[in-house]
């Protein structure tokens, strides 16, 4: 008899999720639209990762992930501001925005527009949800082999493909 599959690293793992945040409904994965992740690549946070490893198909689990383990804590110099002129003049930009910002070693870095003035801006490169405590509600649909193109890519590609 042969043993379920147990999503454990490599494995492209087929999740619905809730996720709240201090009682509040954060997102989720459409019905009938599952979310996948490549076990072990990173895609999810390490949090909820972990708490899945070992898992099966049909168990549902409710996780909750310290900001340690999910998008940090805060950083108090994580906000900055930056002249407006840093943009093209015909770009709308609206708090809430997310942009790559390339730090002095060449890495993009993500950054998110707080406010938005006439001459400057404030950016965050807190994630948004750091310094939060996560709270995800997981039924676990489907486990499965990657695809070598999912290997090398470090992602899954979905049902049709290459979808980045």
Known sequence: ???PATIATGKVVSI???LTVQGEQIDASPEGEPFEFLAGAGNIVEGLERALLGRLVGESVQVSVSPE???GLRDPQGE???PRSAFPTDFELEPGMQFGAEDDSGKVVPMWVKTVGAEMLTVDFNHPLAGETLEFQVRVLGIREPTQEERRHGHPHGPHGHQH
């Open 1 to 3: 008899m042969t043993q």
């Open 16 to 18: 619905h999720y809730v």
């Open 69 to 71: 383990q999910g998008y």
């Open 80 to 82: 900055q501001e930056i």
